[in-house]
Structure formats: structure tokens, C-alpha cells
């Protein structure tokens, strides 16, 4: 498994078969499926995702948590498909 260290940065993505992890920088994204199958290869993807998971509590415990994260910022832009009839 190459370096993935939860909330480091906003581009990192690891693949877990066809569960998707992506890196932000104040959450981790979970997506997708993965079977964790009876086998060696079921093995390795459950190891890869304890670990990942383990790393990201560690990672939250470490710090100083809000109750909830607030909204992120939106912008209101123009809808360059009306025309300038708004």
C-alpha cells in the first residue's frame, strides 16, 4: 500500500477493489463496494483497510474535534446558459 496518511492533503486516492478512498484535508471519503472475500486476497484487503482505519482514529484522536464540521462555503455565480435574463 503506498503512503496514504488521512487529512493530509486533498489528493490522494487508494483503491481497495471497488471501495474508493480519497484524502481531504478535513474528511476521508469512503465510496464504492469491496468484498472481503474467505481467502488470501480477501485477507490482504481486509489488512490494507484496518490499517487505513486505523490511521484515520488515530488521526482524529489526536486532535482537538469540533462537535460537527460547519457547511463549506458556497458562491453564487451567473447562469451562463440564461441569456442574461435573470
Request: glycine share 6%; proline share 8%; aromatic share 4%.
Amino acid at each position: 500500500m503506498s503512503k496514504f496518511v488521512p487529512y493530509a492533503n486533498e489528493s490522494d486516492l487508494l483503491n481497495i477493489g471497488h471501495l474508493t478512498i480519497e484524502n481531504r484535508l478535513d474528511r476521508v471519503t469512503l465510496s464504492g463496494d469491496v468484498d472481503l472475500t474467505a481467502d488470501r486476497a480477501g485477507l490482504a484487503d481486509a489488512r490494507v483497510l484496518h490499517k487505513l482505519l486505523g490511521d484515520v482514529v488515530a488521526r482524529l484522536e489526536a486532535q482537538e474535534l469540533p462537535a460537527r464540521l460547519p457547511p463549506p462555503p458556497t458562491e453564487t455565480v451567473d447562469n451562463p446558459f440564461d441569456g442574461g435574463n435573470t
